[in-house]
């Protein structure tokens, strides 16, 4: 705790799982070398996620690109799973994931305890393959997060998603993403590979409590919808405001489900 690791421009062909937590004020920092640019690799390296980050509290990832997590079923460039707070992600560049549910930023909270204090700031995730599943998202149990300052394009599916309900996710129906706030980011180019073409920019399915303000959605499927899918679970308590959302292909602005 307390430890800053550095790291120098050049390209790394590993994937990495942070061993342990920080402590309160005194964080565990991986970032990059000031005005440095490194790479992680993930071509030919076995693995799901090129940085997992599992039951792991005041940690912070800052200014890494993440490329080519090749071949994946399931995996992501960031995926922050289980339970853990003060978990920072901030301007990592993230592409080239390639396969099925090859996610650029997870959230994952599959566990009793929440994960909270959560942030997600200044990040590009780019020419990416989350489909069905999402670019950047929080499932489950996240309490307290702030998404801003993201930029998400060319993937084909949802660009930024908050869900609540998905029990293979969360077992608690009840713990979903809530009490939180996202706020400038820009989704260009969500567009769904399959199903003909439904993917939200910004997409809340089952949380609450949430803040949506000063964000821009263009040429995506859907601009911003606020829905939910998982049958039992309500979605409420979202203000969306001050948002600009244009020449998206079939609605700007979309509240409501889709199924009885």
């Known amino acids: 705790?307390?430890?800053?690791?550095?790291?120098?421009?050049?390209?790394?062909?590993?994937?990495?799982?942070?061993?342990?937590?920080?402590?309160?004020?005194n964080p565990i920092v991986l970032r990059a070398y000031p005005a440095e640019t490194p790479v992680l690799d993930g071509t030919g390296v076995?693995?799901?996620?090129?940085?997992?980050i599992e039951d792991r509290s005041w940690v912070q990832v800052i200014?890494?690109?993440?490329?080519?997590?090749l071949g994946v079923t399931d995996g992501s460039g960031i995926r922050v799973l289980g339970?853990?707070?003060?978990?920072e992600l901030r301007q990592n560049r993230i592409h080239a994931m390639r396969g099925m549910n090859a996610m650029g930023i997870t959230v994952y909270a599959t566990a009793a305890t929440a994960v909270s204090d959560l942030v997600v700031d200044g990040n590009e995730i780019f020419d990416c393959e989350p489909a069905p599943s999402e670019a950047l998202v929080l499932n489950g149990n996240v309490h307290g997060f702030a998404v801003t300052n993201n930029v998400v394009r060319d993937v084909n599916n949802i660009g930024?998603?908050?869900?609540?309900?998905?029990?293979?996710?969360?077992?608690?129906?009840?713990?979903?993403?809530?009490?939180?706030?996202?706020?400038?980011?820009?989704v260009i180019r969500a567009r769904s590979s399959y199903g003909g073409g439904f993917a939200?920019?910004?997409?809340?399915?089952?949380?609450?409590?949430?803040?949506?303000?000063?964000?821009?959605?263009?040429?995506?499927?859907?601009?911003?919808?606020?829905?939910?899918?998982?049958?039992?679970?309500?979605?409420?308590?979202?203000?969306?405001?001050?948002?600009?959302?244009?020449?998206?292909?079939?609605?700007?602005?979309?509240?409501?489900?889709?199924a009885p």
């Open 83 to 87: 339970a853990g707070a003060h978990v």
């Open 200 to 258: 939200g920019g910004i997409y809340v399915d089952g949380g609450h409590d949430i803040t949506i303000e000063n964000n821009v959605v263009t040429e995506s499927d859907l601009g911003m919808e606020i829905g939910a899918e998982n049958g039992g679970t309500v979605t409420r308590d979202i203000v969306v405001r001050n948002n600009v959302l244009y020449a998206n292909e079939k609605s700007c602005l979309v509240f409501g489900g889709f």
């Open 63 to 69: 200014g890494l690109t993440l490329r080519n997590n």
């Open 160 to 186: 930024i998603d908050l869900i609540g309900g998905e029990t293979d996710i969360q077992p608690d129906p009840a713990k979903v993403v809530r009490n939180g706030v996202v706020r400038g980011n820009t």
């Open 1 to 25: 705790p307390g430890d800053t690791v550095q790291v120098r421009t050049g390209v790394y062909a590993e994937k990495v799982a942070l061993p342990r937590s920080g402590a309160p004020g």
């Open 46 to 52: 076995p693995g799901d996620s090129m940085l997992l």
